[in-house]
C-alpha cells in the first residue's frame, strides 16, 4: 500500500468517525427513557417502537466505531490492509468504503 492509498483512507478513518460520534450523540439523546404520561395508547407504542429502533442503530453506529477506531490506531501496522483469513492484500477500494474491514470480499462472505 503506497503512502497515499494510506493517507487517503486515515482520512476516510477520521472523517468518518467524526460522522458516527455525532449520529451516536444524537441517538443517545433518543433512545433516553419514554415518558409515557398523557400519551394515549399508540403513541405510547410509537414511542416504544422508535426507541427499540433507535437502540439497534445506536448498538450498530457503536459497533462501527470501535472497528474505525482499532483500524485508525493500526493502520501503520505492517498488517494492515491484509486479510486476516488468507493473507493477500485487501482492495484498495473495500478500505475506503470500509476502512474497519480485516477481511477481504472472499473470506467476509
Known amino acids: ?8 483512507i486515515r482520512e ?12 451516536v450523540a444524537k441517538l443517545t439523546e433518543l433512545t433516553q427513557p419514554v415518558v409515557f404520561e398523557d400519551m394515549d395508547d399508540i403513541t405510547h407504542m410509537d414511542a416504544i417502537v422508535n426507541k427499540s429502533v433507535n437502540e439497534a442503530a445506536l448498538a450498530s453506529l457503536k459497533k462501527r466505531l470501535a472497528g474505525l477506531e482499532y483500524a485508525g490506531k493500526h493502520l501503520d501496522d505492517p498488517e494492515f490492509g491484509y486479510c486476516q483469513e488468507c493473507g493477500e492484500p ?17 473470506c467476509a462472505e
Open 90 to 106: 485487501i482492495p484498495q477500494k473495500r478500505l475506503l468504503s470500509m476502512p474497519e474491514a480485516n477481511r477481504c470480499v472472499d
Open 12 to 23: 476516510r478513518i477520521f472523517s468518518e468517525i467524526a460522522r458516527i460520534r455525532q449520529d
Open 1 to 8: 500500500m503506497t503512502e497515499t492509498e494510506k493517507e487517503q
